[in-house]
């Protein structure tokens, strides 16, 4: 099989294989074409990709010789998807229920569409998940930003010219990238508070030094696997005071909170933000599914009332060379689940990692869920 590496759209810095990668491919009999400076912005250049055996070309020779495509992205313009081949198979990162319009497109030209979000977290999975690999960062990178734009120390100082008062952090949704940002703030010498639906989370949240804030009532997450779910009407207003009573008090705010499938719920607004203390902020991990906080835009920086809300994200991308790695090995532990001893391809639906991840399979639409939304 010929597999594509692409180079990813603007304003994305990552890259799904670095060499590392690409020479295990080979080892397992694939022949790589990679588009010419597809690994610059991730510190990988086209003679570290020749040095491990692919080939280096531009993206509309690579396009043409692939079987299976590797972006991350969807292609931007219909133009740009109508020179990929009928029957690629792409694999990437594609949100595919936020984006089933772009799934159909590539349906209707026989396409398979491989997208590694929808992968299961199951332990076994765990090597592929990228939603773990790239929230980590994210949750990591958030803290970094939130403290350069932060017009304050992060840990508490007492020098001969005073003394510094530790940043107060509340970190809202308690995942991967939540307990990321919650390990590094506290690294940082933050003070952190902590919030999520689930409260299963208490422990490990303890466990990182920062607070747990306690909601009583949750709905029960069991029945989808563990995952948050939407919360009633009377918890939310329970929640939201909770929120504001603490957000009032806190310098750093890092939300996180996704419902899978869903719009990410609303948990900060507008009279919270303004009850913040100016030179205060906000970074929203939530941005590109409608955001945690009412004002955040997603891919923009903020100010309001003195508070800097971030709207980002994307943040793994602004870490691209350890981003790269981690997902490039995600993904070469998912495509041994694809190649065959021989080197060939198949795809056997048997497997549940495979079954999920294949939302499309030669034109035909495998997810009720998309399907639903396409009908
Ligand atoms: P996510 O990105 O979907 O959501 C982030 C967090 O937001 C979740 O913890 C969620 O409970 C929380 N949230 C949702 N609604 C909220 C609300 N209204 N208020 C506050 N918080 C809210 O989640 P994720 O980080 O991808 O992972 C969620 C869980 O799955 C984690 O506990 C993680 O450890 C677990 N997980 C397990 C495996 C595995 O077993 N292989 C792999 C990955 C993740």
Redesign the pocket.
Known sequence: MVIGICKEPEGENRVSCLPDVVKQLVQLKQEVWIESGAGERAYASDADYKAVGAHVADQKEVWLHADMLCRMHFPESDELLAQAREKTIWVGMYQPLYHAAEIQKMASRGMTVCSLDAI???????SM?V??SQ?NIAGYKAVILAAAHYPHYFPMLMTAAGSIQPAKVLV????????QAIATARRLGAVVEA????P??KE?VMSLGAKFIEVEGAAD?SAAG??????SADY?RR?KEK?AATIAKADIVIT?????GKR??L?VTREMVESMRAGSVIVD??ASTGG?TELTRNGETIVHHGVTIIGNSNLPSTVPADASKLYGRNLLHFLQLLIGKDGRLQFNFEDDIVSAACVVYEGKIRDARILQTVQ
């Open positions: 299961p977290r199951t332990t076994r999975a765990q998940d939603l773990s929230a809202l949704g308690a995942g991967v990238a939540g307990l919030f999520d639906t689930r299963a989370v490990e997450p563990g995952y948050a779910v939407e919360q939310q929640q929120i996180t909170a996704q419902i899978p990410a719920p948990l991990l939530a945690n």
